[in-house]
């Protein structure tokens, strides 16, 4: 065997042979430092037993260094409990120079962390250091997962916490079919048994043609997710429907495609109608003609009474019909009694109805 290595087993031998006494050896004790205020009680500071006096030693106290003490002396024991550590005295006897360990109860700590510390019998019959007091631990809560990246998230929908020791399973948001595993295992050092799969590309075919109107998009065989596609409707159309359809992750569009509606010419010429709330002649109206969806409201006259009600249509896409109540006055009416034109009249009194 080699040499030095025969020494070492025979020093770890004989450590385990003599085991550590509660006496320090006075040849490394550290000189009297005294940053701690409460230990104001040293005893007198020595080299040597002769210069303590008969009782006393001269033995290592800590941060006071080497000092005359009664080595008999003991500390408080036991020492009142306390509600979150338990005390062990780690030595026979609580007498100079034993140990005690507090040990901190599971879930509380000692203000620096740690959730045991050892305090130490001193000369002046005291345990070393301030009382410890072990506070409950705030202690992380999260427990150790795999990572999941945005993309893989903004991909999938996932089953699982990705927890280390556990799997997950994949299915595509958009319904596609997966390319790769569709489960993966969450492994000890917080990295994924396999590569993230994939979703197989989705696409959206184009939109079906807009009649008198315009796709503001440029022209592909097919489109990507995302991608949008705006409608204008030609001069005096009228967008009925989406403005904007979007490419959905399921490769269909947000909507179907808008109509472009045309617009109505008012089916009366010597009548007032009402179109937005204003009653009006049809020839002052631009075009005489009105919007898709506008109402026309007109004028028919009562069956038996010199009095008017309104009838209301619709116009939509290009269609506006009158009211089959509605006469169109005559040129003739319409040029010698303006006055008593149906559109003119007095209005019949709700009780004139039929
Ligand atoms: C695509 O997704 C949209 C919105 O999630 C849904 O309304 C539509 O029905 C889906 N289309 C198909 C073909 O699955
Ligand atoms: C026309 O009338 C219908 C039914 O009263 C109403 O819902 C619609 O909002 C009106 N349209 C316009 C453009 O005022």
Not at 53 to 71: A, E, F, H, M
Not at 205 to 220: D, N, S
Not at 270 to 299: C, L, Q
Request: charged share 20%.
């Amino acid at each position: 065997m080699d040499c030095a290595l025969l020494l070492l087993s025979l020093l770890a031998l004989a450590g385990s042979v003599f085991p550590q006494t509660a006496r320090v050896t006075t040849g490394s004790c550290a000189p009297r430092l005294l940053v701690d205020e409460k230990r104001k009680s040293c005893t007198k500071t020595c080299t040597t037993d002769k210069e303590c006096g008969s009782r006393r030693q001269c033995l290592c106290d800590g941060q006071c260094g080497l000092s005359c003490v009664i080595p008999g002396r003991t500390c408080p024991w036991p020492l009142p409990p306390s509600e979150n550590s338990e005390v062990i005295l780690l030595h026979p006897t609580s007498t100079f120079d034993a140990l005690l360990e507090v040990r901190c109860k599971p879930g509380f700590t000692l203000p620096n962390g740690l959730d045991a510390t050892k305090r130490r019998c001193q000369g002046d019959r005291q345990w070393s250091g301030d009382v410890p007091v072990c506070k409950e631990s705030i202690q992380p809560t999260t427990s150790q997962t795999c990572p999941l990246p945005e993309e893989v998230t903004n991909t999938f929908s996932i089953q699982g916490n990705a927890t280390v020791g556990t799997s997950i399973r994949y299915s595509c948001l958009s319904g596609a079919d997966i390319v790769g595993s569709s489960e993966n295992f969450c492994q000890d050092n917080q990295t994924w048994q396999y590569p993230h799969p994939i979703c197989k590309e989705v696409f959206c075919q184009p939109p079906r043609e807009v009649e008198q109107g315009y796709v503001v998009a440029v022209q592909k065989t097919e489109y990507e997710v995302g991608f949008d596609i705006h409608y204008l409707c030609k001069r005096n159309f009228q967008l009925d429907g989406p403005q904007k359809v979007t490419c959905l992750p399921n490769g269909s569009w947000s909507a179907a495609p808008p109509h472009c509606r045309a617009r109505c010419l008012i089916p009366a010429e010597r009548s007032r109608v009402v179109i937005d709330g204003v009653k009006r002649w049809p020839f002052d109206v631009t075009d005489a003609m009105v919007p898709h969806g506008e109402n026309v409201t007109f004028y028919c006259k009562h069956p038996h009474k010199q009095c008017s009600f309104t009838a209301t249509k619709t116009c939509f896409d290009g269609e506006l019909q009158p009211p089959t109540c509605y006469l169109e006055p005559t040129w003739l009416q319409y040029k010698l009694f303006p006055h008593r034109l149906v559109s003119e009249i007095e209005a019949c009194e709700p009780g004139d109805e039929e």
